[in-house]
C-alpha cells in the first residue's frame, strides 16, 4: 500500500497509464505546469463540471450560467485591479537561479515540519502564522528574515542564499493583429486569469436580458491562466487551468449572512459526493485580497497535505464600481422591492457580490486522491492486489462494462444487444480481450462502478452476473433490471 508521501506519484502514474492525464507535448517532452486530460480523464472532468453546474443552475432558481470569452477588453484588468495587485511576492535563489512564490516557500517548510513529526510543537502552525500576519502587513522584509531565521533551503542548491522579496504578475499577456507591439503596455491583450470578470461585465446584459431580480447568481465554467513560479504539483498548480465559479448579486449589507450562507452551502455540495466530512476544512483568510472584505478557502486534504480547493469570497461592490468608473457606464440595479425600516423602495444600486470560486482540476486532484486505492487481496493459496478508483458512481469515466465470458456460443451478441439498450442513456464499455479476472481488475483501475458478465446461463433465463466494484460481490440480475440498477446508483 502506498503510504501518502509517495501516494501522490502513484496517483500520477496511475493517471497517465491508464488514459486520465498526460503531460502536455509530451513527445517534446513536455511543458512545465500543463497538461492533457485523455480518454478517461476527460469524462471524469465532464461529470464533474456536468454535476457543478446542475447545482448551481439547475437546482437554483436565481442562477443561470453564461459562457464568456477568454479574450476581454484591456481595460477590464486595470479596472479589476489585477495590471496593478495581482502580483505575488517571490524570491530567488542566488545559487540555483531558481524563483518562489514567498508563501509556498514557507508552507512547504511547514508541511516538512509537519512530516517530521513536530507538529506536537506547534512549530509550523506557528510559522504559519507569522507568515499571515507578515504578509498581511506586506513586510517583505520581515518575511526574508522569517526564511532566513528558520533556514528554509532552496530545493535545488540546497542553500539559503536568497535576494531580496519583489512582487511579480502573474498575467499572461499577447497582441492583437499585427499593428501592435507587445510593449505596449496600453494594447497589450491579457488570457484572463479568472473567469470572473466576464461574468461582472456581463451583469446587466443578464440582468436585464434575463429580467433576473436580487438576489441571483451568475455562473461560468471555463479556462484560466496564471504565469505561477512554483508549478510542480501536478495538476494542484497549473499555468491553463479550468476554474467553476459564480458571482452572487445581492443587496448592499447583506454581504455578511450570504457569505455565511455559500460557505455552508459550498461545503455541503463536496459532502454530497459521499468524501467525509474530515477531508476538508475551512482557512479564513487574514490578508486579503484588494477586492475583498472576508473570505476563506474550502480546504481538502490532499495527499500532498490540506490545500485550498475553493474559495469563497465577499468581493463587496469593488468590481461592478471599477467596471462603471473605467467604462463610464452605470452598473446599477433598480431595487422596487420595499425596505421596512424607511417604507420605501431600496431604489437605485450597485450590488455586492458573494463569489465561490473553485478549480476544476483541483477538484479532479480531490476525487482521484480519494477514490485512489491499493488493496492488498493475499489470501493463503495466492498473492493478489488490485489498484482500485473507487469514484462516486456518477462521476465515473464509464458506468457499465459488459463483458461476454467466451467470444463464441453467441455470448457476445448478447452482450451487444445489452450494450445497445444502454449507451444512449449512460456511458457503456464492451470488452471481450483476456480472462475475466484480467478485465474486471482494469475496470477496477478505471473506476468503472458496474461489470456484467454474459454467460451460457444468460443464454437460458436472460440473466447476467452483476459485479459491484468497490465490495467485489456478485449477483445474478435479470437483464431487463441491468439499466435501472445503473441509473439508480448514478442519479
Ligand atoms: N475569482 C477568484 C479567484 O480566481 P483564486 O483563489 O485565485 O480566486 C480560485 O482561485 C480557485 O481556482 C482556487 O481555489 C483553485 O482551486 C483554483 N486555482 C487557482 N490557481 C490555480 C492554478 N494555478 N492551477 C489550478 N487551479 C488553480
Not at 498526460?22 to 485523455?38: K, R, T
Request: charged fraction near 30%; charge should be negative; proline fraction near 3%.
Amino acid at each position: 500500500m502506498a503510504n501518502d508521501s509517495n501516494k501522490f506519484q502513484a496517483i500520477i502514474s496511475h493517471c497517465k497509464e491508464y488514459g486520465f492525464i498526460f503531460p502536455s507535448s509530451e513527445i517534446y517532452d513536455g511543458l512545465q505546469a500543463v497538461y492533457d486530460y485523455g480518454q478517461m480523464g476527460s469524462e471524469l472532468k465532464k461529470n464533474i463540471k456536468d454535476y457543478w453546474w446542475k447545482s448551481m443552475t439547475q437546482l437554483h432558481d436565481n442562477i443561470v450560467g453564461i459562457d464568456a470569452a477568454i479574450f476581454m477588453h484591456p481595460t477590464t484588468w486595470k479596472a479589476s485591479g489585477h495590471v496593478d495587485n495581482f502580483n505575488d511576492p517571490m524570491i530567488d535563489n542566488k545559487d540555483s537561479k531558481k524563483r518562489y512564490r514567498v508563501d509556498h516557500l514557507i508552507e512547504g517548510f511547514a508541511e516538512e515540519l509537519r512530516i517530521k513529526g513536530e507538529k506536537e510543537s506547534n512549530e509550523a502552525d506557528n510559522l504559519l502564522g507569522q507568515m499571515d500576519s507578515l504578509l498581511a502587513k506586506d513586510d517583505f522584509a520581515g518575511l526574508k528574515t522569517l526564511i532566513e531565521t528558520n533556514k528554509i533551503k532552496c530545493a535545488v542548491s540546497d542553500t539559503c542564499n536568497w535576494t531580496d522579496i519583489r512582487q511579480f504578475n502573474l498575467m499572461f499577456s499577447t497582441e492583437f493583429g499585427s499593428t501592435v507591439s507587445s510593449d505596449d503596455e496600453d494594447n497589450k491583450v491579457y488570457l484572463r486569469p479568472e473567469t470572473a470578470q466576464g461574468i461582472f461585465v456581463n451583469f446587466l446584459n443578464v440582468q436585464k436580458t434575463g429580467r433576473m431580480k436580487i438576489p441571483f447568481g451568475i455562473a461560468q465554467i471555463g479556462k484560466a491562466f496564471r504565469n505561477e513560479i512554483v508549478a510542480r504539483q501536478f495538476i494542484f498548480r497549473m499555468r491553463e487551468f479550468e476554474q467553476m465559479e459564480m458571482q452572487f448579486f445581492i443587496r448592499p449589507g447583506t454581504q455578511k449572512e450570504w457569505y455565511e450562507k455559500w460557505k455552508t452551502t459550498r461545503l455541503e455540495w463536496h459532502k454530497s459526493l459521499g468524501i467525509p466530512a474530515e477531508k476538508y476544512r475551512y482557512h479564513d483568510h487574514v490578508k486579503l485580497a484588494h477586492y475583498a472584505d472576508a473570505a476563506c478557502d474550502i480546504e481538502f486534504e490532499f495527499p500532498i497535505g490540506f490545500k485550498e480547493l475553493e474559495g469563497i469570497h465577499s468581493r463587496t461592490d469593488f468590481d461592478l464600481k471599477q467596471h462603471q468608473e473605467y467604462s463610464k457606464k452605470k452598473q446599477q440595479y433598480f431595487d422596487n422591492d420595499v425596505d421596512p425600516t424607511t417604507g420605501k423602495a431600496y431604489g437605485n444600486y450597485i450590488p455586492y457580490v458573494i463569489e465561490t470560486s473553485i478549480g476544476l482540476d483541483r477538484m479532479f486532484l480531490a476525487v482521484m486522491s480519494h477514490a485512489y486505492e491499493e488493496q492488498d487481496l493475499s489470501t493463503a493459496e495466492k498473492q493478489d492486489s488490485r489498484v482500485v478508483l473507487k469514484f462516486p458512481p456518477k462521476l465515473s469515466p464509464i458506468k457499465l462494462a459488459i463483458l461476454p465470458l467466451t467470444k463464441r456460443d453467441g455470448l457476445p451478441e448478447i452482450a451487444e444487444q445489452i450494450m445497445n439498450d444502454c449507451k444512449a442513456d449512460f456511458r457503456c464499455f464492451y470488452e471481450e480481450k483476456d480472462s475475466i479476472g484480467k478485465r474486471y481488475r482494469r475496470m477496477d483501475a478505471l473506476g468503472t462502478p458496474f461489470c456484467v458478465t454474459v454467460d451460457h446461463q444468460s443464454k437460458e433465463d436472460n440473466t447476467v452476473t452483476i459485479r459491484h466494484r468497490d465490495s467485489m460481490e456478485q449477483e445474478r440480475v435479470a437483464i431487463a433490471d441491468l439499466k435501472n440498477i445503473v441509473l439508480n446508483a448514478i442519479g
